[in-house]
């Protein structure tokens, strides 16, 4: 074994201990065997929930109902699931009923991809029922048995497929691929967050032309909001698509090539957090001042720094410009202020300047003009440059 499963082997210990089995599974172990960096080490064992709260101090029961609770070890978090099959996923959305089991045969034939139903124990030797391994080698994603019916028990994982596909640059095995079309109209029914979700990692993917190849290959663009009324995005990609690292940047990329969908209607639609509409709406008001104005000291001290990198991927992705993350960096450095707080002068200073004229809108507007002066080195950011540059810009109040 190696990092970070050395880290983690004492809580597979733990288990065995107490006459568990218990193994590492899934994702990890795929990267593990591909040399891709490892995200989240996830475990599987023949340990009840109940029995892990119990053997453990730290038990974070996040998904008791499917089996998954998370053990804290280390200041780290693993999920710990016990040993399932799932029932009939009725909902197309989620299944109705988990059994847990004793055995991890059947715990692996559940999963959805060969590649992803590895599992390995404590002394690092491989469980492999499905040629995951011949898989891993061939760079092939094919599903663990009968792809109609494991697409059908759950549409999300055609989805998972293109995602796998963007992320690992593998292609999809035949058979699994038909199995997709036949399948794909239910992806209609499914809860739009799985989707959003997946989606995330396709547009994230190293290999993502891949990924977007077998997306417009599969024609789903009539199972997608959105893309249902406007199936040329889905077609017209830029050839020059870089992988997006969230689904702001996805969402603004999309509202760039079709301005009539508002970001506003993608979020809805696509069910996001308010934290991804921030971003989509900086990036796209980012651009869309770009276009106008080029890089500007404006534009960096309006666009939050945390979206500098996934602007700087928008605009390559764009394929206009060549602009490097380090020629924003730099125009940032020089700006005289790098936020609203650091000027000289508050509302309070100019309502105490202007006795005579009551609060109102008025201050705001003064505030940002005096603003975008000082930002672009016209006005000294002092008290006294900007009292004297008020006197010749009084208030307009009519
Ligand atoms: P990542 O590195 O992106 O997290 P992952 O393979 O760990 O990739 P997860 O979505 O975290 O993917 O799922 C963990 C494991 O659970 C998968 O490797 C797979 O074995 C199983 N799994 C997840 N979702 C499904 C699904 N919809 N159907 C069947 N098995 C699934
Ligand atoms: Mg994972």
Same mark, same amino acid.
């Given at each position: 074994?190696?990092?970070?499963? @050395?880290?983690?082997?004492?809580?597979?210990?733990? *288990?065995?201990?107490?006459?568990?089995? &218990?193994?590492?599974?899934?994702?990890?172990?795929?990267?593990?065997?591909?040399?891709?960096?490892?995200?989240?080490?996830?475990?599987?064992?023949?340990?009840?929930?109940?029995?892990?709260?119990?053997?453990?101090?730290?038990?974070?029961?996040?998904?008791? %109902?499917?089996?998954?609770?998370?053990?804290?070890?280390?200041?780290?978090?693993?999920?710990?699931?016990?040993?399932?099959?799932?029932?009939?996923?009725?909902?197309?959305?989620?299944?109705?009923?988990?059994?847990?089991?004793?055995?991890?045969?059947?715990?692996?034939?559940?999963?959805?991809?060969?590649?992803?139903?590895? &599992?390995?124990?404590?002394?690092?030797?491989? !469980?492999?029922?499905?040629?995951?391994?011949?898989?891993?080698?061939?760079?092939?994603?094919?599903?663990?048995?009968?792809? %109609?019916?494991?697409?059908?028990?759950? &549409?999300?994982? /055609? *989805?998972?497929?293109?995602?796998?596909?963007?992320?690992?640059?593998?292609?999809?095995?035949?058979?699994?691929?038909?199995?997709?079309?036949?399948?794909?109209?239910?992806?209609?029914?499914?809860?739009? %967050?799985?989707?959003?979700?997946?989606?995330?990692?396709?547009?994230?993917?190293?290999?993502?032309?891949?990924?977007?190849?077998?997306?417009?290959?599969?024609? /789903?663009?009539?199972?997608?909001?959105?893309?249902?009324?406007?199936?040329? !995005?889905?077609?017209? @990609?830029?050839?020059?698509?870089?992988?997006?690292?969230?689904?702001?940047?996805?969402?603004?990329?999309?509202?760039?090539?079709?301005?009539?969908?508002? /970001? !506003?209607? $993608?979020?809805?639609? $696509?069910?996001?957090?308010?934290?991804?509409?921030q971003e989509? /709406?900086q990036?796209?008001g980012a651009?869309?001042y770009?276009?106008?104005?080029?890089l500007d000291p404006l534009l960096a001290y309006r666009l939050k720094e945390e979206y500098y990198d996934g602007f700087i991927?928008?605009?390559?992705?764009?394929?206009?410009?060549?602009?490097?993350l380090q020629q924003l960096i730099n125009i940032q450095e020089q700006l005289p202020i790098q936020k609203s707080k650091d000027l000289s002068i508050n509302g309070?200073d @100019?309502?105490?300047?202007?006795?005579?004229?009551?609060?109102?809108? =008025?201050?705001k507007?003064?505030l940002i003009m005096i603003e975008k002066e000082v930002i672009f080195g016209r006005l000294q950011n002092t008290e006294?440059d900007i009292?004297? =540059?008020?006197? =010749?810009?009084?208030?307009?109040?009519?």
């Amino acid at each position: 074994l190696t990092e970070p499963f @050395l880290t983690a082997k004492p809580i597979l210990e733990h *288990i065995e201990k107490h006459h568990h089995q &218990a193994y590492f599974v899934g994702g990890c172990v795929r990267d593990f065997l591909l040399k891709r960096p490892i995200g989240d080490i996830d475990i599987t064992t023949s340990a009840t929930p109940d029995q892990i709260q119990k053997i453990f101090p730290k038990v974070i029961p996040v998904g008791i %109902e499917h089996g998954t609770v998370v053990v804290r070890h280390e200041h780290q978090s693993y999920e710990v699931t016990t040993f399932r099959v799932d029932g009939d996923y009725i909902d197309k959305r989620h299944p109705d009923s988990v059994t847990f089991i004793d055995n991890i045969d059947k715990d692996l034939e559940r999963r959805d991809f060969t590649i992803n139903a590895l &599992a390995m124990n404590i002394k690092g030797e491989i !469980l492999d029922l499905f040629n995951g391994r011949s898989d891993l080698k061939a760079k092939v994603i094919r599903t663990v048995g009968n792809g %109609e019916s494991r697409f059908s028990e759950d &549409a999300l994982r /055609i *989805i998972r497929a293109l995602r796998f596909s963007s992320q690992l640059g593998f292609k999809i095995e035949d058979s699994t691929f038909d199995a997709m079309i036949h399948v794909k109209k239910e992806i209609e029914s499914l809860a739009m %967050e799985r989707i959003t979700n997946e989606f995330t990692k396709l547009f994230s993917g190293s290999y993502v032309h891949l990924g977007i190849h077998y997306l417009q290959k599969l024609e /789903i663009h009539q199972y997608l909001p959105v893309f249902r009324e406007h199936p040329e !995005l889905m077609y017209n @990609l830029p050839k020059s698509l870089q992988p997006l690292k969230s689904f702001g940047e996805v969402i603004a990329l999309l509202h760039i090539l079709k301005p009539e969908v508002s /970001i !506003l209607s $993608w979020m809805s639609a $696509w069910k996001c957090s308010n934290k991804i509409k921030q971003e989509a /709406i900086q990036l796209a008001g980012a651009y869309a001042y770009f276009k106008k104005n080029g890089l500007d000291p404006l534009l960096a001290y309006r666009l939050k720094e945390e979206y500098y990198d996934g602007f700087i991927r928008l605009l390559n992705s764009l394929s206009l410009y060549t602009i490097q993350l380090q020629q924003l960096i730099n125009i940032q450095e020089q700006l005289p202020i790098q936020k609203s707080k650091d000027l000289s002068i508050n509302g309070n200073d @100019l309502m105490a300047l202007f006795p005579n004229i009551k609060g109102g809108p =008025w201050l705001k507007q003064m505030l940002i003009m005096i603003e975008k002066e000082v930002i672009f080195g016209r006005l000294q950011n002092t008290e006294y440059d900007i009292k004297e =540059w008020i006197k =010749w810009n009084p208030p307009e109040i009519n």
